[in-house]
């Protein structure tokens, strides 16, 4: 398998006309076909044959628009029932052995039971997709995994695009990329390293590609992510050996190598001595400083580019000119130059035509994954026959570009001022933590190991047919708000009836946490059909930050103030983040995320003081997104901690010493970031930590973190209620690692997307467990 000198085949010169591509489109249809037909399915209410009808009509209808816009190659494989990199284990045979029997008595079911979990057997852990809003299922390895070729869906999927007569390229992650994602399984030392499997895995994907290649490909994509984050010798070695190793196949199709979502670095020389026939790069962003590197590492002479110029992960028009010089500039460094957005458009809404709600003058600054797909066409056009035969093209996006940076929506002489205001005594609360502690102990006067929730309760359909009653004006004001303030009676009556120490008033007026806030800030702008995928079936709409940020009366402090008075417990204050703000936005691209995260904090600052006025003890600012955020490259980490900790600071230091300031985050390794989580300042962190086992309590106790932690007990993302036994497990684990004074019982996150008919058992059994436990630990003094 094995030759020293490989080389890549010839691929069409630059006297080829360019051709146009994408590397991934929306999956769930316009109306959000796919999530309704899954959840058919796993409600009983479709059958799998209904299903999988709808996902095959779902992709056809992908490649026809793509095709009809004009894009030369579509691509295959990136279509998902739930997850891309879920789909690459079921290929490469990567069943954990809890699921392994079900996934062989029935593919479908034991794939979702993967996803999702079963009351038997836990699902795959779910982890954010590198710094974007997208969740994968993480792959679980062992020095014992054997891997299987199972290349039935890319080869169904492809020869589907091609009975249409279209030119198609299988999309696959990436061996290396792969093996970086995965962790060890159950019961494996936690120091293997999932890399050493990349010997015995190569020949599994030297099979897939020789089945698509007998398929009748001629292009396979190879997504490797992986490599733009800061990698060890180690890891480039490995990946110099993998397309070594990939490219000595007699019997394989051409293959194109992606990297996306930042640059390179030392592993853009890897790629471009490695004997493949392509590379595609982003070139958007930080990544734009891949042309400069290209240019030092020679060139990819004999090979194809895909240059990613157009943002794939941002909502705003693409300055036409300044990627046409771009492309023009690259086709002295490649044989061939094809032209395509950044990376997959499954991070962006579909179609910003939609939007009809929308200012027209707005609108125009708004690509979609329709018009970024246009976007590409007409670059592609420009490259191959010069700027002339794109004028009337180039003439508007100018245009375009010029009303948005001319705009009173963007720029607020007020906003500014109070930005530039800001001092060092606003960044810091003024008493040291213990102080705080002390004080705020006394005025709750919480047991040990208190227990609460993170915020949301159970968005019921009734809840949801209110919100939509009201918008079509069924229902007036009066009414919808009397809905509102049932839910928060039945939300607080549960709570205390379980046993809760600290309550939330449950969000049943909130849509989404960053939206409900958006569509009560200036500067934001709300879409009604800019759905994205976040994980499986769970689609958000981002709200778009478009221009300066400011508050122009109260969010919270009404309901917040109503569940107070329904108990005599504490009732948190709830808020999201100016990190989260930004991170689950589209967020404006024309001035420094940090100034931005500082309009938003102040915003939330006049909303946290507002709280504390009507006596709310407790606050929570939500920052899941903190660790998401982080620049996948080092270098970049440093400064963007600093603005992000300092915004939350912000927002949250002019409360008193006595009232308890709290955050959440989620789906994330904390790790890296432990110092900057300490930097935040909160009284009380809540984390994800349920499917991990406890990882994060140990690494916080390893780090010495000396504040207050609830690593979450109930995985709430998998439709299973643990058992009573289970959760007292995860709490004896926790406080191997948490003393008991700083430790609290809560689920992993929210309970938006779970029925009642799981919440309240669960939090019954945690409460329960919580109790058992307590009673257990020894007396003080």
């Known amino acids: 398998m094995t030759d020293p000198t490989p080389t890549a085949r010839p691929v069409a010169t630059t006297t080829a006309r360019p051709l146009a591509t994408v590397h991934g489109y929306p999956r769930q249809g316009p109306d959000r076909q796919l999530k309704k037909a899954i959840e058919g399915y796993w409600s009983g209410r479709t059958t799998a044959g209904a299903l999988h009808e ?28 739930y997850d891309h990199v879920l789909d690459a284990s079921v290929m490469l045979g990567a069943i954990p052995d809890r699921h392994r029997e079900a996934v062989e008595t029935d593919p479908l079911d034991g794939y979702f039971a993967m996803a999702r979990g079963t009351q038997e057997a836990a699902p795959l852990e779910m982890t954010k997709w590198f710094d974007t809003n997208y969740h994968y299922l993480v ?4 020095p014992d995994t054997v891997f299987r070729a199972d290349s039935g869906k890319q080869v169904r999927e492809f020869t589907e695009a091609r009975a249409l007569g279209l030119t198609a390229r299988p999309v696959l992650v990436g061996p290396v990329t792969f093996l970086l994602l995965a962790k060890p399984a159950a019961g494996v030392d936690p120091g293997f390293e999932p890399l050493t499997l990349l010997d015995r895995l190569l020949p599994v994907y030297a099979e897939v590609l020789a089945d698509l290649r007998a398929a009748g490909a001629d292009w396979v994509q190879l997504d490797e992510p992986a490599l733009v984050q800061d ?50 790069l982003d070139f958007t962003g930080p990544a734009a400083a891949h042309l400069d590197a290209l240019a030092a590492a020679g060139g990819l002479p004999g090979k194809r580019l895909v240059a990613g110029v157009v943002d794939g992960r941002n909502v705003w028009i693409n300055d036409l ?35 009809r709600d929308l200012d027209p003058q707005v609108a125009r600054w708004l690509a979609f994954a329709r018009q970024k797909t246009d976007e590409v066409v007409t670059l592609t056009r420009g490259l191959g026959g010069g700027a002339d035969a ?27 001022a109070r930005c530039a205001a800001v001092t060092a005594e606003d960044t810091r609360r003024p008493q040291a933590y213990e102080q705080r502690a002390a004080a705020q102990h006394t005025r709750l006067g919480l047991p040990p190991l208190p227990t609460t929730t993170i915020g949301s309760f159970p968005q019921t359909t009734e809840l949801r047919t209110a919100r ?35 309550l939330v008033h449950g969000e049943p007026e909130r849509n989404d946490m960053v939206q409900y806030f958006a569509e009560q ?20 709409r981002p709200p778009v930050l478009a221009g300066d940020i400011s508050r122009p009366k109260p969010m919270t402090v009404r309901w917040t103030s109503y569940a ?120 009380v962190i809540s984390l994800e930590a349920a499917r991990s086992r406890m990882q994060i309590a140990d690494e916080l106790a390893e780090a010495r973190y000396p504040r207050e932690v609830g690593p979450g007990v109930y995985d709430i993302h998998a439709p299973r209620v643990p058992a009573e036994r289970e959760l007292t497990d995860l709490i004896d684990r926790a406080l191997k690692a948490v003393p008991s004074g700083r430790l609290w019982i809560n689920p992993d996150c929210g309970l938006k997307t779970r029925g009642w008919d799981e919440v309240r058992p669960a939090l019954e059994r945690m409460t329960a467990a919580a109790r058992r436990v307590r009673g257990n630990l020894p007396a003080e003094g």
């Open 54 to 81: 709808t996902a095959a009509r779902l992709r056809r209808d992908t490649w026809r628009l793509l095709a009809d816009a004009g894009i030369g190659e579509v691509p295959t494989g990136d279509f998902s029932l």
């Open 564 to 683: 107070r008075s329904l108990t005599d417990r504490p009732v948190k204050g709830m808020l999201t983040g100016p990190v989260t703000m930004l991170a689950w936005s589209f967020v404006r691209d024309d001035q420094p995320l940090g100034e931005t995260a500082r309009q938003v904090a102040l915003a939330l600052r006049d909303e946290v003081g507002d709280l504390e006025a009507a006596d709310t003890a407790v606050i929570q600012v939500d920052e899941p997104a903190l660790r998401e955020t982080l620049p996948l490259r080092g270098e970049d980490r440093p400064a963007y901690l600093a603005w992000a900790t300092e915004a939350f600071r912000i927002a949250t230091s002019g409360v008193r010493a006595d009232t308890q300031i709290h955050t959440h985050m989620c789906y994330a390794e904390f790790g890296e970031i432990l110092a900057a989580i300490e930097d935040l300042d909160a009284d």
């Open 468 to 502: 939509a009653d009201l918008r079509a004006g069924r229902i007036d004001a009066a009414a919808y708000e009397e809905r509102i303030a049932a839910e928060i009676r039945e939300v607080v009556a549960f709570q205390e009836k379980a046993g809760l120490d600290v």
């Open 139 to 142: 792959p679980e390895l062992g």
């Open 321 to 355: 000119e300044r990627s046409l010089s771009t492309l023009a500039t690259l086709l002295g460094l490649a044989d061939r130059v094809d032209v395509a957005p950044s990376c997959s458009l499954l991070h962006v809404p579909l179609d910003a035509a939609a939007e």
């Open 231 to 280: 990698q060890p010798a180690s890891v480039l070695s490995a990946t110099g050996r993998a397309y070594r190793d990939l490219g000595a196949l007699t019997d394989r199709p051409k293959l194109l190598v992606a990297s996306y979502f930042d640059r390179l670095g030392a592993a853009l020389p890897v790629l471009a001595q490695a004997p493949v026939e392509g590379l595609a």
């Open 521 to 540: 800030l200036t500067g934001y702008l709300a879409t009604r059909h800019g759905w994205v995928q976040s994980y499986g079936t769970r689609y958000v």
């Open 390 to 416: 794109i004028a009337p093209q180039l003439a508007a996006n100018k245009a375009a570009l010029a009303s948005r940076a001319g705009s009173a929506l963007t720029h607020d002489p007020a906003v500014r």
